[in-house]
């Protein structure tokens, strides 16, 4: 679709850019509307460089506009007849430079992507259902307000300080001037009393005091100048301590309340860039009153008076100025990515002698800083003195450069990718001052990053992070990551764990749905949650306080194991809400109740980590599928195959209709791989095919042969998982080789009853005779 016409089809918040944008003449929206084929294939940036190219367009646009015109005289459309002759007449001052022309068109044009692409963030933002944290909140907008007239009165300043110096070259000017005049009345004065030896007894006083009384005037002049310079210096640095207020106190609070909250699964805007470009933009501002602060001592020290109130004043204010700039920096040295491994669960659980990664980052970004700022890692600088608490060595590269090299926007980051921690082997045991005993995954870390800018030093620290020794303890640590940042307020509150305080259910579940919306961009809803709650706290769970002991390993286990099956096989079907889920038995038959025959849902089992069927008319529940399974063959393939076989009865696939009514074939037909029947690519070349099938009945050689009947050509196992000794039996008979065409209308031949290695076949038919599990 033309960008003009897509243009046009934006709601109406967007199209009101738009008129904004063509609320000029440089190019009237009527031309950009009528014109609009021709103006989008035109090679415009081409002609915003050549001159000839732009010419040959130019003259293009007019014939184009004489084209309209003619248009119009035939539709008799006499008002845009009129405003037609009008921007041709408008154009023509680019006929000695075209490119300008082309200039201005291209810059409309890339006007026109910036909605557009405004339009489709804010889309994609509502589709995934997250709050657009992009948009302005009040509060921001107030301090973009606060910065516009911080510049401003920096920019003005400015102004002042140059006029101050004019001021000062004047006065300065006039004090010489008058004082080699004086040497000069001097000097005649003894010149004519020695040669004319005439007593000159009367001096020009009227003169002298004239002067005197101009040169006063100049120099209240400078002094009111003066006074008034460093009243708005003052002012200047007050805005200033209110922005860094905001800044430290609100804004980067916030901050790292996101970030807490992104490390345990919210999608939380965590982006630093806003912040440092507010950062940046006072650290600016504070750099240029510094440098009006040294030009007035620098002015100071060509002129100065008694009471001056530069020499008074001018030694405070540098002071603050040096004060807030140290703030700034110390509270700007953040870390902007925190501790993980490639291979670990997610962030802040660590493990010995494995690399992991963080990275700080400076949001005052200078240039002049590149590479000039060392970064040093340590561990626990003060750490709590208790029962076993370890102590650990960082190991690695351990020092880096601020530096904007490894940051893919420039920022002044201090990346680190190759570190590893050691525990040390003394000390690291034995009574401590406090007799509080923590476990292995309760006991909080916290690794800090210094560095010293003028010599003053400051430092970053990131979230308190969990230290394993072996890959058993990850669910539980990563468990102590998720209580502490659901939960605490304080980032560094390594003593979280001597005295957990409780968590209401709503904060549990939202912080659960989190781990679902960051793996597969689809949370858990109200239903779902209401079944995890009943299933950890009985019914009563709404009036719960809840305690992390009350979170057992064997749930995240659970938890985990469902988490980690959606994301590695079932994303696509999980993002477009085909599997209900968590629902318990209970709930599951009442759903399907009063369904048609052949309506199912996808749950996930209560007791397993895997997936259900639950089918209809008799409610029953296939056998769960492992992740051996669905490594096999994609789930939509096993809906869409799935068989059972009754006894007596050529089997047929009973799953019709996905819950509530949705059609099979509707609801999963866009994953389907392949096509069915003989036109299947897959059955034409391989010649074997997995299909997953249930017995209801007791299985029997004849009902064994009329399942081979269906596949004759393709080698298949089939084994049983049999749950009583009545179906012991059949076992051994179901292991079979098909051969090709093979027809058996009585009875087993004596080749199919011997045994056979699994190794022989490509596929294996997994056939339940078990009762619900």
């Known amino acids: 679709?033309?960008?003009?016409?897509?243009?046009?089809?934006?709601?109406?918040?967007?199209?009101?850019?738009?008129?904004?944008?063509?609320?000029?003449?440089?190019?009237?929206?009527?031309?950009?509307?009528?014109?609009?084929?021709?103006?989008?294939?035109?090679?415009?940036?081409?002609?915003?460089?050549?001159?000839?190219?732009?010419?040959?367009?130019?003259?293009?646009?007019?014939?184009?506009?004489?084209?309209?015109?003619?248009?119009?005289?035939?539709?008799?459309?006499?008002?845009?007849?009129?405003?037609?002759?009008?921007?041709?007449?408008?154009?023509?001052?680019?006929?000695?430079?075209?490119?300008?022309?082309?200039?201005?068109?291209?810059?409309?044009?890339?006007?026109?992507?910036?909605?557009?692409?405004?339009?489709?963030?804010?889309?994609?933002?509502?589709?995934?259902?997250?709050?657009?944290?992009?948009?302005?909140?009040?509060?921001?907008?107030?301090?973009?307000?606060?910065?516009?007239?911080?510049?401003?009165?920096?920019?003005?300043?400015?102004?002042?300080?140059?006029?101050?110096?004019?001021?000062?070259?004047?006065?300065?000017?006039?004090?010489?001037?008058?004082?080699?005049?004086?040497?000069?009345?001097?000097?005649?004065?003894?010149?004519?009393?020695?040669?004319?030896?005439?007593?000159v007894t009367v001096v020009d006083e009227a003169r002298k005091k004239?002067?005197?009384?101009?040169?006063?005037?100049?120099?209240?002049?400078?002094?009111?100048?003066?006074?008034?310079?460093?009243?708005?210096?003052?002012?200047?640095?007050?805005?200033?301590?209110?922005?860094?207020?905001?800044?430290?106190?609100?804004?980067?609070?916030?901050?790292?309340?996101?970030?807490?909250?992104?490390?345990?699964?919210?999608?939380?805007?965590?982006?630093?860039?806003?912040?440092?470009?507010?950062?940046?933009?006072?650290?600016?501002?504070?750099?240029?009153?510094?440098?009006?602060?040294?030009?007035?001592?620098?002015?100071?020290?060509?002129?100065?008076?008694?009471?001056?109130?530069?020499?008074?004043?001018?030694?405070?204010?540098?002071?603050?100025?040096?004060?807030?700039?140290?703030?700034?920096?110390?509270?700007?040295?953040?870390?902007?990515?925190?501790?993980?491994?490639?291979?670990?669960?997610?962030?802040?659980?660590?493990?010995?002698?494995?690399?992991?990664?963080?990275?700080?980052?400076?949001?005052?970004?200078?240039?002049?800083?590149?590479?000039?700022?060392?970064?040093?890692?340590?561990?626990?600088?003060?750490?709590?003195?208790?029962?076993?608490?370890?102590?650990?060595?960082?190991?690695?590269?351990?020092?880096?450069?601020?530096?904007?090299?490894?940051?893919?926007?420039?920022?002044?980051?201090?990346?680190?990718?190759?570190?590893?921690?050691?525990?040390?082997?003394?000390?690291?045991?034995?009574?401590?001052?406090?007799d509080i005993s923590l476990s292995v995954t309760e006991e909080l870390h916290i690794i800090y990053f210094n560095t010293v800018f003028e010599l003053k030093g400051f430092s970053a620290s990131t979230l308190p992070v969990v230290i394993i020794s072996n890959s058993s303890q990850q669910q539980s640590a990563w468990a102590s990551v998720l209580w502490f940042n659901m939960l605490s307020q304080d980032p560094k509150d390594v003593m979280f764990f001597a005295n957990t305080p409780a968590a209401t259910w709503p904060q549990f579940g939202e912080m659960l749905s989190w781990q679902f919306l960051s793996a597969t961009k689809r949370g858990l809803d109200d239903t779902q949650l209401e079944m995890i709650a009943n299933k950890l706290f009985g019914k009563f769970f709404h009036r719960l306080l809840l305690h992390s002991e009350n979170t057992p390993d064997t749930f995240w286990v659970w938890f985990d194991g469902i988490l980690m099956m959606v994301k590695t096989y079932l994303e696509d079907l999980w993002r477009d809400g085909l599997i209900m889920g968590f629902v318990t038995k209970g709930k599951e038959k009442s759903l399907l109740k009063k369904k048609k025959r052949g309506t199912f849902l996808l749950r996930f089992s209560e007791s397993s980590v895997l997936g259900f069927f639950c089918l209809y008319p008799d409610v029953k529940t296939v056998q769960p599928f492992t992740k051996v399974d669905l490594s096999q063959i994609p789930f939509h393939e096993i809906i869409r195959n799935y068989q059972i076989l009754e006894a007596e009865n050529v089997p047929e696939n009973p799953l019709l209709y996905l819950y509530p009514d949705t059609p099979k074939d509707k609801a999963f037909g866009k994953y389907y791989t392949e096509k069915s029947g003989e036109d299947s690519p897959y059955i034409k070349y391989i010649k074997t095919k997995l299909v997953f099938v249930t017995f209801s009945a007791v299985l029997t050689a004849q009902s064994a042969f009329a399942l081979f009947a269906l596949i004759p050509t393709s080698p298949v196992l089939i084994t049983c998982n049999c749950s009583s000794a009545m179906h012991a039996g059949s076992l051994q008979a179901l292991k079979v080789k098909v051969i090709e065409n093979c027809r058996v209308q009585q009875g087993l031949p004596a080749f199919l009853m011997a045994p056979l290695s699994e190794a022989n076949f490509p596929f294996v038919f997994s056939i339940d005779t078990s009762e619900n599990p």
């Open 1 to 199: 679709m033309a960008q003009w016409d897509r243009l046009r089809q934006l709601p109406i918040a967007y199209r009101q850019q738009l008129h904004e944008l063509y609320d000029r003449d440089a190019l009237p929206m009527d031309v950009r509307h009528y014109l609009a084929p021709w103006i989008e294939k035109q090679e415009w940036q081409r002609a915003a460089r050549d001159h000839a190219f732009a010419m040959v367009l130019f003259q293009v646009l007019l014939e184009n506009l004489d084209i309209q015109h003619s248009r119009f005289v035939q539709e008799e459309s006499f008002l845009l007849q009129h405003n037609i002759r009008r921007y041709k007449q408008n154009f023509q001052r680019y006929v000695d430079d075209p490119c300008a022309l082309a200039t201005t068109i291209l810059w409309f044009l890339e006007k026109e992507k910036e909605i557009l692409e405004s339009a489709e963030l804010a889309e994609k933002v509502q589709l995934l259902q997250v709050e657009p944290e992009a948009m302005e909140t009040s509060s921001q907008q107030d301090l973009e307000r606060k910065l516009a007239g911080l510049r401003n009165e920096v920019q003005c300043m400015e102004h002042t300080i140059i006029c101050l110096e004019e001021q000062q070259d004047e006065f300065d000017f006039k004090f010489q001037t008058q004082k080699l005049e004086g040497k000069q009345m001097k000097t005649i004065w003894l010149y004519l009393h020695a040669l004319m030896s005439v007593r």
């Open 210 to 434: 004239e002067q005197i009384k101009a040169l006063q005037l100049l120099v209240n002049k400078l002094n009111n100048c003066r006074k008034s310079t460093l009243s708005g210096l003052n002012d200047i640095l007050d805005r200033i301590q209110d922005i860094i207020d905001v800044l430290v106190k609100k804004e980067l609070v916030e901050w790292q309340r996101r970030q807490q909250k992104a490390c345990i699964g919210a999608l939380d805007n965590v982006c630093l860039d806003q912040l440092e470009k507010w950062f940046s933009c006072v650290a600016v501002c504070l750099f240029q009153v510094w440098e009006f602060l040294t030009k007035l001592e620098e002015l100071v020290g060509k002129v100065s008076y008694e009471n001056d109130p530069v020499k008074a004043q001018n030694p405070t204010l540098q002071k603050r100025v040096d004060t807030l700039l140290r703030d700034l920096l110390k509270s700007s040295f953040v870390v902007e990515t925190q501790p993980s491994m490639p291979q670990g669960k997610g962030s802040l659980v660590l493990r010995t002698n494995v690399q992991f990664s963080v990275k700080a980052r400076l949001l005052v970004k200078f240039p002049e800083l590149n590479h000039s700022m060392k970064v040093d890692v340590s561990m626990d600088n003060k750490p709590p003195v208790f029962c076993r608490y370890r102590r650990f060595n960082v190991l690695g590269t351990k020092i880096k450069a601020l530096n904007m090299a490894e940051s893919t926007n420039g920022g002044m980051v201090a990346d680190f990718r190759h570190l590893t921690l050691k525990e040390q082997k003394s000390g690291g045991g034995g009574k401590g001052v406090s």
